[in-house]
């Protein structure tokens, strides 16, 4: 699962809440960057 940070208000959102449109649910910002929850990892399929 992926999650994300408001570059704004530096909130975490959940990937569901931005599925449909890339916006900070708490401030409305649109810049919104991915926060590292898991170690840099590449995962091979
Ligand atoms: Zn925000």
């Known amino acids: 699962m992926t999650e994300y940070k408001c570059f704004s208000c530096n909130k975490e959102i959940k990937d569901q809440y931005i599925k449909k449109k ?5 401030c409305g910002a649109k ?7 898991t170690p840099t990892k590449v995962k091979a399929r």
């Open 22 to 26: 890339v916006r900070c649910i708490y």
């Open 31 to 37: 810049i919104i960057f991915k926060a590292r929850t």
